[in-house]
């Protein structure tokens, strides 16, 4: 019997055709096809609009293109008896904006742009990533991704995850308290997934135990930060810059005081952005396709309770 693929995504689904000539793809992209059109395996599943008609139609398995499910409905969720996600795909352009954060904070960019003749010539208070400390709020792909780089900037590297597993890299010392985590730490990166368990995770008193002029970068999900919290330890000092990929609600509404910090960074959710990208999804789920077909386990399946 031949596997067919609901594709609402209608990405690359010519190259979807020539690795998997075994499979039929229906090109779902602009709507549901004729009602008499069945498949048990959806690749796609953010548009509510292309995916929710299509869940009655035999559909087993739905293969996300990004990580997380915080933009899935729960309608689409609770029908389906396996989602997956494309874990790891962003990883890389998320740690390198990371990044380029911490060393724009160390070296005071863009402040020290010259835009006429300073007062004086060669100097500048710079400083470096070497020697400082990054604490982790996950240490999953995107949280190892950003691990590998600080290491390589001979930073030290902490990490809190939800689990006991021990740390993939042995570098990165697992720490168990938000409190012990942000201890002394000079960069502190939200890379958890939005759930009801990390809600506002750095609120108060995390602020409270952070060193003065810690730098917050956070490429996670905006409901992390208890964005009250954070705009008081902003006008303190306690939080010397919070470099935001990501804020609550998205887009923030006109007149928001985010916009207008002078200790904020804000970039519209698009640290994950590369050229590479969707290619790196499509990678996962050939992948994905290939192990379906051949009966072995899929890989990144999502647990539904625990939100990722």
């Not at 006429?116 to 400083?127: C, G, I, K, V």
């Not at 409901?223 to 006008?235: C, K, N, Y």
């Not at 939080?239 to 519209?268: N, Q």
Request: hydrophobic share 45%; aromatic share 6%.
């Amino acid at each position: 019997m031949t596997v067919r693929v609901f594709d609402t995504m209608g990405l690359a689904i010519d190259r979807l055709r020539t690795e998997f000539p075994e499979v039929e793809f229906v090109d779902a992209s602009n709507g549901p096809p004729d009602a008499a059109v069945e498949a048990e395996v959806l690749f796609g599943g953010w548009d509510d609009a292309k995916v929710v008609p299509l869940l009655d139609r035999g559909v087993r398995w739905i293969q996300l293109p990004g990580t997380g499910i915080d933009g899935v409905s729960r309608d689409v969720l609770d029908r389906v008896p396996t989602v997956t996600c494309a874990r790891g795909a962003s990883a890389i352009p998320i740690s390198e904006y990371v990044l380029a954060a911490m060393l724009a904070f160390e070296k005071g960019l863009p402040d020290f742009w010259l835009h006429e003749p300073p007062e004086r010539w060669n100097y500048q208070r710079m400083d470096s990533l070497a020697g400082k400390t990054v604490a982790l709020v996950g240490l999953g792909g995107i949280g190892t991704a950003v691990a590998k780089r600080a290491l390589a900037f001979e930073m030290h590297v902490r990490a809190m995850r939800r689990t006991a597993t021990p740390s993939p890299i042995a570098e990165v010392d697992v720490v168990t308290s938000i409190a012990e985590l942000v201890d002394g730490a000079h960069h502190v990166v939200l890379a958890a997934p939005g759930t009801e368990k990390t809600a506002r995770i750095l609120d108060a008193d995390a602020f409270a135990a952070m060193r003065d002029g810690v730098h917050v970068v956070n490429i996670a999900r905006g409901t992390l930060i208890d964005q009250d919290s954070l705009h008081a330890a902003l006008d303190s000092g306690k939080v010397a810059r919070a470099s935001l990929d990501t804020v609550d609600p998205e887009p923030l509404p006109a007149g928001h005081w985010i916009y207008e910090h002078p200790r904020v960074f804000l970039t519209p959710h698009s640290s994950w952005a590369s050229r590479d990208l969707v290619g790196a999804a499509i990678d996962i789920f050939c992948v994905n396709l290939r192990r379906y077909l051949d009966g072995a386990p899929l890989l990144h399946v999502v647990d539904v309770v625990e939100g990722y």
